[in-house]
């Protein structure tokens, strides 16, 4: 069966390399090296994690999907073959990328995959190679990843090669330092295009937003955008934050600076700082109480109202809703004032408390 794209075998692989060749040529001219401030455990877990995925990881999940189906299900091999190139690949990628969503949308929402997913908000910049920053157990799960190999199978190579050059582009851009969004942001004659573009692929902008460190700068938002290629899926499910606008600030908040070896290897190793949330003794536990708390509020002041009920730093927010399906509450005072905030996460007018707590 002749995979070969546009009679080139392996196009898709020397096309997805020279992205990345060229983004992060790109990078280095525009200065990237010189203004970086990763440690060598950045690098490591980042070059590392894209060296293992792409040649150990998604290939050894497209052969065991491959040989698992020919073994177990020879009928079904290249049963969709027949496809035209325009059928096969929207129903790759579109299936590809809501399976993505949902999955990225998850880490996020639940603990035991929100620790898998954590080292790729720990980088404090952006850069392209951040999107290859995860534990190995998250790739290894990814429903998109044996996704390529179920359609490989099916007889969808070529689709899946096309996609795979398209997404890269996509995801590598959007992580990238060189935030060519930008561009259209200054020129107001060019707003219709980035209008159009925004609501459809995944920019920049859209996607540092959701590595930003707090939504107390107005622009950040790390539990939305939780999009891979299409801005689609955002929109339909209520995640989607457009602000144009870049955070200052990326990574974690109260990051413990856990090892790669922990951030990687997770659950296998086990980080040695107290108070990690990939510590083998690590409990998350209710901190809530039935009483309000009383506090003095300045003007022009974003505070972030922890809603989780986790937080260490109550009634206000300090990151440990990552892995839940809450996200802080962003209130501010127009004066100076004290105020009694709610404490027991039952106010119907939080963040201030309605004695709600006088009823449990």
Same mark, same amino acid.
């Given at each position: 069966?002749?995979?070969?794209?546009f009679?080139?075998?392996? +196009?898709?692989?020397?096309?997805?390399?020279?992205i990345?060749?060229?983004?992060?040529?790109?990078?280095?001219?525009?200065?990237?090296l010189?203004?970086?401030?990763?440690?060598?455990?950045?690098?490591?877990?980042?070059?590392?994690?894209?060296?293992?995925?792409?040649?150990?990881?998604?290939?050894g999940?497209?052969?065991?999907?491959?040989?698992?189906?020919?073994?177990?299900?020879?009928?079904?091999l290249h049963?969709?073959?027949?496809?035209?190139?325009?059928?096969m690949?929207?129903?790759?990628i579109?299936?590809?990328?809501?399976?993505?969503?949902w999955?990225?949308?998850?880490?996020?929402?639940?603990?035991?995959?929100?620790?898998?997913?954590?080292?790729?908000?720990?980088?404090?910049?952006?850069?392209?190679?951040?999107?290859?920053?995860?534990?190995?157990?998250?790739? +290894?799960?990814?429903?998109? +990843?044996?996704?390529?190999?179920i359609?490989?199978?099916?007889?969808?190579?070529?689709?899946?090669?096309?996609?795979?050059?398209?997404?890269?582009?996509?995801?590598?851009?959007?992580h990238s330092?060189?935030?060519w969004?930008?561009?259209?942001?200054k020129? #107001?004659?060019?707003?219709?295009?980035?209008?159009? +573009?925004?609501?459809?692929?995944?920019?920049?902008?859209?996607?540092?937003?959701?590595?930003?460190?707090?939504?107390?700068?107005?622009?950040s938002?790390?539990?939305?955008?939780?999009?891979?290629?299409?801005?689609?899926?955002d929109?339909?499910?209520?995640?989607?934050?457009?602000?144009?606008?870049?955070?200052?600030?990326?990574g974690?908040?109260n990051?413990?600076?856990?090892?790669w070896?922990?951030?990687?290897?997770?659950?296998i190793?086990?980080?040695?700082?107290?108070?990690s949330?990939?510590?083998?003794?690590?409990?998350?536990?209710?901190?809530?109480?039935?009483?309000?708390?009383?506090?003095?509020?300045e003007?022009?002041?974003?505070?972030?109202?922890c809603?989780?009920?986790?937080? #260490?730093?109550?009634?206000?927010?300090?990151?440990?809703?990552?892995?839940s399906?809450?996200?802080?509450?962003?209130?501010?005072?127009?004066?100076?004032t004290?105020a009694?905030?709610?404490?027991?996460k039952?106010s119907?007018?939080?963040?201030?408390?309605?004695?709600s707590?006088?009823?449990?």
């Amino acid at each position: 069966m002749d995979n070969s794209i546009f009679g080139v075998q392996d +196009l898709d692989v020397y096309v997805v390399s020279s992205i990345i060749i060229l983004f992060g040529l790109a990078e280095i001219i525009a200065g990237y090296l010189h203004r970086t401030q990763r440690t060598r455990s950045d690098w490591i877990q980042e070059v590392g994690s894209f060296l293992v995925l792409s040649q150990l990881i998604k290939p050894g999940i497209v052969l065991t999907v491959y040989f698992g189906g020919k073994y177990f299900l020879p009928e079904s091999l290249h049963l969709l073959g027949h496809w035209s190139l325009w059928l096969m690949l929207p129903f790759y990628i579109l299936i590809d990328d809501v399976l993505q969503y949902w999955y990225h949308r998850s880490a996020h929402e639940y603990e035991w995959l929100w620790k898998l997913h954590r080292p790729h908000h720990q980088a404090e910049e952006m850069g392209f190679l951040v999107s290859y920053r995860n534990a190995a157990l998250y790739y +290894l799960i990814m429903p998109n +990843l044996w996704w390529v190999g179920i359609i490989v199978f099916l007889g969808g190579a070529k689709a899946v090669a096309i996609g795979l050059i398209f997404k890269q582009l996509i995801i590598i851009g959007s992580h990238s330092t060189l935030t060519w969004d930008s561009f259209f942001y200054k020129h #107001k004659i060019l707003n219709p295009v980035i209008s159009l +573009l925004e609501r459809i692929i995944i920019t920049p902008a859209f996607h540092h937003a959701h590595h930003g460190k707090s939504m107390a700068d107005k622009i950040s938002d790390p539990n939305g955008n939780y999009g891979n290629t299409f801005s689609l899926w955002d929109q339909m499910f209520g995640t989607a934050k457009f602000t144009r606008q870049f955070p200052t600030d990326y990574g974690l908040v109260n990051d413990p600076k856990d090892k790669w070896t922990a951030s990687y290897f997770y659950p296998i190793v086990t980080s040695d700082k107290a108070g990690s949330e990939i510590s083998k003794d690590y409990k998350r536990e209710k901190t809530t109480t039935p009483e309000p708390a009383q506090v003095e509020l300045e003007p022009n002041v974003t505070y972030l109202f922890c809603q989780c009920g986790f937080s #260490k730093n109550q009634p206000f927010c300090d990151g440990s809703h990552h892995g839940s399906k809450f996200k802080p509450k962003p209130f501010e005072v127009k004066r100076k004032t004290k105020a009694r905030l709610c404490n027991c996460k039952h106010s119907k007018t939080s963040p201030f408390c309605d004695d709600s707590h006088l009823n449990l």
